[in-house]
């Protein structure tokens, strides 16, 4: 068991900071990958079908992983994983800054930092919940303020970096900023670990994460995860294509990292606004959840529809500010639906299906976007999958006496009204008439 430590206090706080910086690196690297596919396109003279793996592998491992790194958090200490988890996003682009085959730089700029991320993500989520009780809704949302502020700085980062040291000398940069990690790791002083490590106990603490008996029942849990599902598939794609259709269209780099930017501050004031509205009820909680899925389809409208910088940063505005709602509130949603005793099962399995949605979706619109010869029809299909995950969304996070009473709505307004048979029409004078026959 745990020990037992004080609840919202002073250094519950600073890990809720150091979880947002872990955020402010993975986000902050993650929006930046459109902007090193199109450098690694034009270095290597490649379509982009292949450069499309990186973002798959970086965001795949990074959230797809959790269910492991939850069970590794029974079995070693948060602190542990986290610092590991640094030192692999290092090495990854530090051997990528000095390594000159794409294939290597795909491996180490997809694949490390993907397991390094997850390592340090996850497993300081996981034990945030350790540090609080009556304000752990906020303080989940806090901690993954970060993510926003990642997204509105590193794009300028890595545009200012390269233009003068090279995408290489990026990497090298890069690799020293995501050291510190292993700061960040210090404060981590509660260990969850009860049991001592072996290959089959961590497989069945994951396969218990995943496959919980009680959840698997659960029509609401699952409707969760496929509406989760569509809307990653969905998330990742302004982020790879945006910076393609840009350069295809004549709008330089330094219009593109700006729109990413602004994507990223109405992104990390949405997730402000959530923390001030972390107290409010579960019901509310979950009807901002639809309108964040909702706000996210039309946002892909614009990217397709419009070439002028005025709508392309509407599109990005609403983009950001969806994606700051979801994100930040979907662990409370989570505890509402399925109460905090299942947050470590429902949160790694949400991470599961997020990282499994990455995968899928940046190679399936890859390929969708090479065989239609136009980037457009994908913008559309993530819209299209989006609204699925809305529809889904709003079905599933429904109470029963909310589904009741829309269905009482539904019954009063649209039920089928019987009209009574009409007589034929009397046309005498010149005036119509119509009468009704009683029953």
Not at 170 to 175: C, W
Not at 182 to 190: E, K, R, T
Not at 272 to 291: D, K, P
């Amino acid at each position: 068991m745990p020990p037992k430590v004080s609840k919202d206090t002073t250094h519950g706080w600073l890990v809720v900071a150091t979880c947002s910086a872990a955020f402010f690196l993975f986000t902050g690297n993650a929006s930046c990958l459109g902007l090193v596919e199109v450098e690694l396109s034009s270095l290597f003279k490649d379509s982009g079908s292949s450069l499309s793996a990186i973002n798959a592998l970086y965001n795949g491992l990074g959230w797809g992983l959790a269910p492991v790194v939850a069970a590794l958090t029974k079995f070693f200490s948060c602190r542990l994983l986290s610092c590991c988890g640094s030192f692999l996003c290092f090495l990854g682009f530090f051997v990528a800054s000095t390594s000159q085959s794409l294939l290597v730089i795909v491996f180490c700029t997809g694949v490390l930092p993907g397991i390094g991320f997850s390592l340090m993500v996850v497993s300081s989520n996981i034990l945030l919940s350790e540090y609080f009780d009556k304000k752990r809704p906020l303080a989940l949302i806090i901690s993954v303020i970060g993510g926003g502020m990642g997204i509105v700085v590193f794009p300028h980062i890595f545009t200012t970096l390269n233009q003068t040291y090279g995408i290489h000398g990026t990497f090298l940069i890069l690799s020293a900023l995501n050291s510190h990690g292993i700061m960040f790791s210090i404060l981590y002083d509660v260990s969850l670990a009860n049991s001592k490590p072996n290959a089959m106990a961590i497989l069945r603490q994951v396969y218990r994460t995943v496959f919980d008996p009680e959840l698997l029942r659960s029509a609401r849990y699952t409707g969760v995860c496929a509406a989760y599902l569509l809307l990653y598939v969905a998330y990742g794609i302004p982020f790879l294509f945006l910076p393609v259709k840009n350069a295809k269209t004549g709008l330089s780099k330094e219009v593109t990292s700006l729109l990413i930017s602004v994507s990223g501050i109405s992104n990390l004031a949405s997730r402000f606004i959530m923390a001030g509205l972390a107290s409010t009820s579960g019901q509310r909680r979950r009807f901002f959840l639809s309108v964040s899925f909702a706000m996210n389809a039309v946002s892909f409208l614009f990217f397709p529809l419009f070439s002028d910088i005025l709508f392309l940063s509407v599109g990005a505005v609403l983009f950001g500010f969806s994606a700051g709602i979801f994100i930040s509130i979907t662990p409370p949603v989570l505890i509402d639906l399925f109460g905090v005793d299942k947050l470590s099962s429902t949160l790694g399995t949400n991470y599961l299906v997020i990282g499994t949605g990455y995968i899928l979706g940046g190679p399936l619109m890859r390929h969708l976007s090479l065989a239609m010869s136009a980037i457009d029809p994908v913008f559309y299909t993530s819209a299209g999958c989006t609204v699925m995950g809305m529809l889904l969304i709003m079905t599933v996070s429904c109470d029963s006496r909310s589904l009741a009473r829309i269905l009482k709505m539904f019954k009063r307004h649209f039920a089928p009204v019987s009209i009574p048979p009409v007589l034929p029409v009397n046309t005498d004078g010149g005036i119509f008439t119509i009468s009704y026959r009683k029953y």
